[in-house]
């Protein structure tokens, strides 16, 4: 029920589904897509100690676009993991105060 929620609600996951089915992928196929989407977005929110944010996957298509390419998996300076491109990086979890009381 949360995928189809998600599909109706959810700007990013409607134009994953629109795009599954325009493919030619079952509906039903494109929903447990959905799903898989929305797992992967609340661990990205929890890995990363951030709120959601719609417009991130914005960048790299706009990036993507303006290269009339694939964006590089490796730049200069990029360490895997880290978040770059806009200069921003995850906090270390000891800067947001998540390190256990000792």
């Known amino acids: ?7 109706q609600q959810n700007p990013l996951v409607k134009a994953l589904r629109e795009r599954l089915v325009a493919r030619g992928k079952a509906k039903m196929a494109a929903v447990g897509a959905a799903m898989r989407k929305r797992l992967q977005l609340m661990y990205g929110v929890v890995k990363h100690h951030r709120p ?3 417009h991130y996957a914005g960048r790299a298509l706009a990036e ?3 290269s009339g390419g694939p964006v590089p998996a490796a730049r200069p300076g990029h360490k895997p993991g880290r978040v770059s491109g806009a200069g921003v990086e995850p906090a270390a979890p000891k800067a947001l105060g998540l390190e ?3």
């Open 1 to 7: 029920m949360p995928a189809l929620s998600a599909i």
């Open 100 to 102: 256990p009381a000792t």
């Open 52 to 54: 959601f944010n719609p």
């Open 64 to 66: 993507r676009n303006a």
